[in-house]
T-cell receptor, first 112, second 112 residues
């Protein structure tokens, strides 16, 4: 089975721009979660989607949004980018009611 | 969320057992204890989880104290590939709550 894939792997943007990151979960997984990882704050939960609905949300501003499609693929969007949004964005998928989350390799975003 | 406390770093010699401790004195009865690890330049990887009883899998063993206020991840024979940051996480097992709350973790160095 293929693992979680994330595209693009690397991205450079400038302040004020917006960005969309994509995540394809493991086949059959309907839950997709997003995390932000920075050296200062560590790994922080952004949101989780299940069956196209946002089920949980972390403590991030409204500039961070996401969605999930009927095939469970998910995208997250960050609008009006700030320098502090530079981070590794990780996506994880799981079966519903499964304790295990499977992470992708992440998308490294650099905001200049 | 209940919090966990881990040492910032630990060292181990290659091919020796490693015991990674985690304190979680405010754990509730419905919290599972999860361990993930993150190798350099990769997303986190599931290692093991448990509720009350000790658990074994091909990667590691998890020893849970009788009062559940602490646990220990045991790598039976450390290899260079085990050098990573190890995260001990409490995950609420109730419905509709699937996020992982990561702490700082323990950075494990393996000495050849």
């Amino acid at each position: 089975k293929a693992g979680v894939t994330q595209t693009p792997r690397y991205l450079i943007k400038t302040r004020g721009q917006q960005v969309t990151l994509s995540c394809s979960p493991i086949s059959g997984h309907r839950s997709v979660s997003w995390y932000q990882q920075t050296p200062g704050q560590g790994l922080q939960f952004l949101f989780e989607y299940f069956s196209e609905t946002q089920r949980n949300k972390g403590n991030f501003p409204g500039r961070f949004s996401g969605r999930q499609f009927s095939n469970s693929r998910s995208e997250m969007n960050v609008s009006t980018l700030e320098l502090g949004d530079s981070a590794l964005y990780l996506c994880a998928s799981s079966l519903d009611n499964d304790e295990t989350q499977y992470f992708g390799p992440g998308t490294r975003l650099l905001v200049l | 969320d209940a919090k966990t406390t881990q040492p910032n770093s630990m060292e181990s010699n290659e091919e020796e057992p490693v015991h990674l401790p985690c304190n979680h004195s405010t754990i509730s009865g419905t919290d599972y204890i999860h361990w993930y690890r993150q190798l350099p330049s990769q997303g986190p990887e599931y290692v093991i989880h448990g509720l009350t009883s000790n658990v074994n899998n091909r990667m590691a063993s998890l020893a849970i104290a009788e009062d559940r206020k602490s646990s220990t991840l045991i790598l039976h024979r450390a290899t260079l590939r085990d050098a990573a940051v190890y995260y001990c996480i409490l995950r609420y097992s109730g419905a509709g709550s699937y996020q992982l709350t990561f702490g700082k973790g323990t950075k494990l160095s393996v000495i050849p």
